[in-house]
């Protein structure tokens, strides 16, 4: 897939999405970060350095929101929180998949 047919699936499904447009146009520029022919970016940065590096950006991140969620600063938590977030789906996106992969095994999980 070339970064011109990536553009024209990314406006297609960023119009699609009702809910939560930015999640969906995050999503496609993650993968579109993946393309040798991508615009530099933090995210073509990010990408570049590897899985394990993502893992432990990840970590780190993780670690940091904990001690956040652990004061009173509801702020400091927010932005933890997205920083966790967003090299989460990096991870995903490094390994080929995207946040409606996880939310469908949650969905199986939680069915009645």
């Known amino acids: 897939m ?12 960023v119009k699609k999405e009702k809910k939560f447009p930015f999640l969906k146009k995050l999503e496609l520029m993650m993968e579109e970060a993946k393309l040798q022919d991508a615009k530099k970016s933090k995210m ?4 570049k350095k590897g899985t394990s590096q993502i893992a432990k950006k990840m970590g780190e ?5 904990v001690i956040a969620s652990s004061q009173d600063d509801d702020q400091a938590f927010l932005e933890e929180s997205a920083d966790v ?3 989460y789906l990096m991870a995903l996106h490094d390994r080929g998949f995207e946040l ?12 009645k």
């Open 44 to 47: 073509k940065r990010v990408h």
């Open 85 to 87: 977030f967003f090299y």
């Open 61 to 65: 991140e993780a670690v940091e929101m």
């Open 100 to 111: 409606k992969d996880v939310l469908e095994i949650l969905k199986k999980r939680h069915k």
């Open 2 to 13: 070339d970064l011109n047919n990536l553009h024209n699936i990314e406006t297609t499904e």
